[in-house]
């Protein structure tokens, strides 16, 4: 339930409303605007009738939340999240682009104590004890989506995370399997435009793995810069042809480069930029 407060309310009605919410064993949300002050409860809606906020004199109005992923809907929190580590952001304006070899190669790159960002690849997106576990991580979590999840259940996977105390939580779109079969998977990028609408995280794709093949990474990641990704994941390898694994959809560091500065012209088509 969402809970609008009176422009006059003031900051003691606000946390004396919250603390009735847990009080009967409801999670409350704050959630301060520039105008006024909107609270949330989630858990039994018959819990929170009991509470009679509907007759409250500071309270201005009452919404239920219809989506089954309350806490990553944009219902509850409207505006854009923007993940922040090291000296990235993913989210709001910018376009993140994140590129590198499939596999970590050699000691040189080793970088499992230095990761600032942790993935869950597609086949773990509902091993929901792992997602339990890196809910209590305090680094940002790529969820991947499962080769056979439905958007919903790829929200309601991010959920999890989110109300296990992480909201540093970046959804990536990575294809799924359908009846097609001339490219190793089939790029959902209606799925981007779709999660946009529904969810403030921020979305990635990842055209690599996506199409499988080379050559339709370059024109891919461009499309998921026009349809409003946030960002996007792409493999490339100094010498594809000598790479650990994925070498055939890695693309060359002169592709790379080309890639680059058509993305430039494409963002700000669609009034984006390099993050
Ligand atoms: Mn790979």
């Known amino acids: 339930m969402i ?3 009176k422009r006059e309310a003031t900051q003691e009605t606000a946390q004396e409303i919250l603390a009735k919410i847990e009080a009967k064993g409801l999670k409350p949300l ?7 002050v909107v609270l949330g409860a989630l858990g039994d809606e018959r819990v929170l009738a009991e509470l009679g906020l509907d007759s409250h004199p500071m309270v201005e109005s009452l919404k239920p939340i219809l989506s089954p992923y309350k806490l990553v809907s944009r219902e509850m929190h409207p505006h854009d999240t923007i993940v922040r580590f090291g000296k990235a952001n993913i989210g709001g304006v910018g376009f993140a682009v994140i590129a590198g070899p499939c596999a970590v190669e050699t000691e040189d790159q080793a970088v499992a104590d230095k990761a600032d960002m942790l993935q869950v690849g597609a086949r773990n997106m509902q091993n929901y004890s792992l997602l339990k576990a890196l809910g209590k991580v305090r680094k940002p979590v790529l969820l991947k989506r499962g080769l056979a999840a439905k958007v919903e259940e790829l929200l309601l996977a991010a959920e999890y995370l ?12 990575r294809g ?23 969810t403030h995280l921020p979305v990635l794709v990842d055209p690599s793995h996506g199409t ?11 499309a998921a810069a026009a349809c409003g990704a946030d960002g996007i994941l792409v493999e490339v390898h100094e010498n594809p042809v000598d790479a650990w694994s994925d070498g055939a959809q890695s693309l060359y560091p002169h592709q790379f480069e080309t890639l ?4 430039a012209s494409v963002l700000a ?6 993050a």
């Open 260 to 263: 680059m500065s058509n993305l």
């Open 212 to 222: 499988g093949v080379r050559d339709l990474v370059v024109p891919m990641s461009l």
């Open 269 to 274: 088509a669609v009034g984006r930029e390099l």
């Open 3 to 5: 809970i609008v407060l």
């Open 162 to 173: 989110l109300a296990a105390g992480n909201e540093q939580v970046i959804l990536c779109e």
């Open 176 to 198: 799924i399997r359908t009846f097609e079969t001339t490219t190793r998977n089939t790029l959902d990028l209606n799925a981007v435009a779709y999660m946009k609408l529904r």
């Open 30 to 36: 704050y959630m301060p605007g520039s105008e006024r």
